[in-house]
């Protein structure tokens, strides 16, 4: 029984135990200490997942390897940045309790076992360890009816999602006699043994998937649940979970479901397809920013798709890459997002943003980096995701995905490319309140990421190359 | 013997599921429902399904039906307008009832098990261990890390749950028993004359220990400090 292959998660899930316990039973508030304990949890469970050594354990239910690592160190840096993001807002908008970072810790955990799932079991257990703390900080704005309302939304449609999930699980043990990826994957690869029944389950399993990454014909909830959760929780949403689920797609498409590639092909082809277009046409007339970044990320998730869909090393290196560098640079938006906030109250309308150019000019050029990156321009990192997740699909003969992609980037550029207009030449309105000073870190950081990236690209490209290789391999 | 036993519990089983259906008082209905799955529940022990039987009775006796009980009571719900419909609807029920039927016995009839399929199990039954055992066995060795994280879900669902209702207003009245106990004063004992209503009868609200206020009547049963 080598447990202690699992460390990263159990220190988390126990830190988070042991947080939620500090936090219960002193009568005094201990939110500022807790997020305090859980980004010192999430840095330990860092370092151990950097310590980990490689392999199966408990009877081959979790795997550890080069990819796992990969996608652990992106999910807990994420998951960082966004509770630094998040306490200061919290406590700004009264509704900071310590339950959040504990919470965000589960929420972590669920999604380090998603990563590491080698189980059809496990990869459920991971994702419903995920999705239950993240329902109920969508609502976590109790009192507010609409952060409410986008708590039931996603908890009702996400249920729904998780049974499509578990429905295509079963079929697929039905069919099949085991749930072990590497069995299954061992028994698919021969084409004599693969039945309606198995695809029908493997289909049913990628729609509980593509749900969770918001990829397009399960992409309804998105708009709902990012305008009315509170915007530190979307925050959080809209980076580590991301990565979290399609770390987890990568592994069963090229694990478990290897040998039904012509089938799921042609599935994410269509995701990737639809989720490009209306990521680029649906945002165009929003007002609230938060919705925009909602189909932005709708948009940003079809990229990704073009990667897995093209298949093979490069196709799911890009997508790693992708998915960082949409990471950060969706980490520093949020951050500014976060700044918006005038006497006190949140304002979230991208009128609200008008003159930030001359009333703050540091965060305006921040913005205008992390626009300017997602409608790809070069040189800012953003390109260079487009140029990873593009260039496999025109190698590989893609071309539909290839010209859609350049398009609906192209349409993409005039909501990001407006944003910007409105900072720099709209007439300003008051000044935000004082940033805090966490959020001024983040959104630095990002932005020098964003910005930076061109000259030192190799590092990250090396890291999710070694880790395609560990997934193939 | 066993077959004595099997033909009694089975048919109150069958007894009791039709009442719960036909009982006009729900909490009866609620009732009868707890005696059926009784039943159900010495039928699993008789097939040497302990485990199930356990879980039957303390998951459906202890928490569902409990839960139903309180529904039942808390809610003012017309059963009898619920069931208004019964005899009109009743041919449309029937007919899919025989459906469900039909599907069931063809089910039943078509069953096969393919003959590989017992050696092939991954968890057989180990010889001369009852099923509870068996499957702690499995639980906790094999599907510890499935287990452990299920675990995890349900306090996940608990913490949500709290974080969600849990409200702390400042004017929440708590029973502080001990400050009930030695507050000073006196207790009357008020005949009160039947449909006179409380506030007429001079009932007056106990005094605030912060700030004694002028004490005026109240429209509701005052129960000590608050309730």
Known sequence: MNWTLALPEIALAVSAMAILVGGVLPRRDTTFPAHIAALGALLLAAALTLAQDRGLAFGGQYVADGFSTFAKLLILFGAAAGLALAQEWNARQGIARFEFPVLILFATTGMMVMVSAHDLIALYLGLELLSLPLYVIAAFDRDNPRSAEAGLKYFVLGALASGLLLYGAALVYGFAGTTRFDRLAQLLADPARVSAGVVAGMVFVLAGLAFKVAAVPFHMWTPDVYEGAPTSVTAFFAAAPKVAAFALLARVLTGPFGGLEAQWQQVLHLAALGSMVLGALAALGQQNIKRLMAYSSIGHVGFALIGLAVGGEAGLRGTLLYLAIYMVMTLGVFGVLLCMRRGGRAVEGIGDLAGLGRTDPALALAMAVFMFSMAGVPPLAGFFGKLYALLPAVQGGFWTLAVVGVLASVVSAYYYLRIVKVMYFDAPLPAFDARPVAVSVVVAGAGLFTTFFFLFPAPLIAAAQAAVAALMG | ?227
């Not at chain 2, 519990?9 to 799955?37: C, D, E, K, Q």
């Not at chain 2, 089910?107 to 991954?122: F, H, M």
């Not at chain 2, 220990?209 to 608050?226: D, I, L, N």
Request: hydrophobic residues 60%; without cysteine; glycine residues 8%.
């Open chain 2, 1 to 227: 013997m066993t077959a004595l036993a099997f033909y009694l519990f089975a048919g109150v089983l069958i007894a009791s599921a039709v009442m719960v259906v036909t009982a006009r008082n729900p909490v009866h209905a609620v009732l009868y429902l707890i005696l059926g799955f009784f039943n159900a529940a010495a039928l699993f022990l008789i097939a040497g399904a302990e485990f199930l039987a356990m879980i039957l009775v303390i998951v459906y006796v202890g928490a569902v039906a409990v839960l139903f009980l309180f529904v039942v009571m808390m809610l003012d719900i017309d059963f009898a307008q619920l069931r208004r419909g019964l005899q009109r609807h009743a041919p449309f029920g029937a007919v899919i009832g025989g459906i469900l039927l039909l599907e069931l016995l063809l089910v039943v009839a078509l069953w096969r098990l393919a003959p590989e399929a017992a050696a092939l199990r991954a968890a057989p039954v180990p010889p001369a261990v009852d099923n509870t055992e068996a499957l702690g066995r499995i639980l906790y060795t094999d599907n510890i890390y499935l287990f452990q994280l299920a675990g995890l879900i349900l306090l996940v669902a608990m913490i949500g749950a709290i974080v969600l209702t849990l409200r702390d207003r400042p004017g929440t009245k708590r029973q502080d028993i001990a400050r009930q106990i030695a507050r000073p004063g006196r207790i009357d004992l008020l005949r009160v004359p039947t449909g006179a209503g409380i506030a007429t009868t001079g009932i007056l609200r106990p005094e605030p220990a912060e700030a004694p206020a002028a004490a005026k009547p109240v429209a509701h049963q005052p129960q000590g400090e608050g309730h």
